[in-house]
């Protein structure tokens, strides 16, 4: 079945570092990539989306570049913030059949940004 | 405000009691799904609706039930609950299938004792 597998947290970096959040997935076909960013006591919200190879999404600073050829959506952003501090889930969603109604999440990594 | 708003947002009972967590959607979406979020499992979908009068499990739907009368709301059902039911749950809606986002709504946490 599909899977999606995410570099475990908790990540900490400093105010103003590199992020970089590995994301890899297992799927049958093209399937569409998310990520949704979670903040404490809040629902999920989605951050940035890619429906097809090489496409690249970006929200707030960050990107993800979808690599068909390495099954990859990493999470980037050049400089991370106090309030960019929360839990950080990958996702892919089937464009067609059954999996097209669900999204398959990663377990999610917790972000913690320190000034 | 586009919205999907579940209620209660807490909820403690017992084994056993039956409960309902309602979900509804004001976007006028056909896809609404409710998914369980537990630590190191991440989130998994329990039921989802295509439409109205169309449901089907998900990953995890032993000892739910749901059901879609109206497009809008599509709540979730624990006839009989357990400890290990004890979750946080969210409900969430979306205007399409594949690439399509999905709106999430505040979430229920549920506690079984």
């Known amino acids: 079945g599909d899977s999606v597998t995410q570099m475990e947290g908790p990540v900490t970096l400093s105010e103003e570092a590199f992020l970089t959040i590995n994301c890899t997935y297992t799927?049958?076909?093209?399937?569409?990539l998310f990520w949704y960013v979670q903040y404490p006591g809040e629902g999920l919200q989605l951050l940035l989306k890619?429906?097809?190879?090489?496409d690249k999404g970006s929200n707030k600073g960050f990107e993800a570049t979808y690599r068909k050829e390495t099954t990859s959506f990493h999470l980037e952003k050049g400089s991370v913030q106090v309030s960019d501090s929360a839990v950080y889930f990958c996702a892919l969603r089937r464009t067609a059949g059954a999996g097209s109604y669900q999204l398959t999440f990663g377990k999610g990594t917790k972000l913690s940004v320190i000034p | 405000e586009a919205q999907v708003t579940q209620n209660p947002r807490y909820l403690i009972t017992v084994t056993g009691k039956k409960l309902t967590v309602t979900c509804s959607q004001n976007?006028?979406?056909?896809?609404m799904s409710w998914y369980r979020q537990d630590p190191g499992l991440g989130l998994r979908q329990i039921y989802y609706s295509m439409n109205v009068e169309a449901t089907d499990k998900g990953d995890v739907p032993e000892g739910y039930k749901v059901s879609r009368k109206e497009k809008r709301n599509f709540p979730l059902i624990l006839e009989s609950p357990s400890p290990n039911q004890t979750s946080l749950y969210f409900c969430?809606?979306?205007?399409?299938?594949?690439?399509?986002?999905?709106?999430f709504g505040p979430g229920t946490r549920l506690t079984v004792t």
């Open positions: 799927a049958t076909g093209y399937p569409s």
């Open positions: 976007m006028n979406h056909e896809y």
């Open positions: 969430a809606s979306s205007p399409g299938q594949g690439g399509y986002e999905q709106y």
């Open positions: 890619a429906t097809k190879a090489d």
